[in-house]
Nanobody
Framework: VQLVESGGGLVQAGGSLRLSCAAS????????MAWFRQAPGKEREFVAA????????NYADSVKGRFTISNDNANNMVYLQMNSLKPEDTAVYYC????????????????WGQGTQVTVSS
């Protein structure tokens, strides 16, 4: 499975961005997908996850009510709509995929994208 993120950029605090992740290859093996982020000098942290059949979603407390994860199975896409952005949301955002039920634990995900930079100015 190959994952390619897009949609990052520079935005002012309070603004919005929509990240996209395109999956290709053995996509039939995907059960869960997620977004993680990593700020400079910090560990990579969980942001949101979704089961491929859209039955369940899961969010980090820091983004609940502001971010929404969704997917388009027909086109093998996953999205992260980010609203009310804050400077502390600045990070490289990574798309991840797992071949089983997965949630916030990074080691549950087998496949990773190269990341897209999100910068929120104050």
């Amino acid at each position: 499975v190959q994952l390619v993120e897009s949609g990052g950029g520079l935005v002012q605090a309070g603004g919005s961005l929509r990240l996209s992740c395109a999956a290709s290859g053995r996509t039939f093996s995907i059960y869960s997908m997620a977004w993680f982020r990593q700020a400079p000098g910090k560990e990579r942290e969980f942001v949101a996850a979704i089961s491929w059949n859209r039955v369940s979603t899961n969010y980090a407390d820091s983004v609940k009510g502001r971010f929404t994860i969704s997917n388009d199975n027909a086109n093998n896409m996953v999205y992260l709509q980010m609203n009310s952005l804050k400077p502390e949301d600045t990070a490289v955002y990574y798309c991840a995929a797992a071949g089983r039920v997965a949630d916030a634990a990074r080691n549950q995900y087998n496949y990773w994208g190269q990341g897209t930079q999100v910068t929120v100015s104050s």
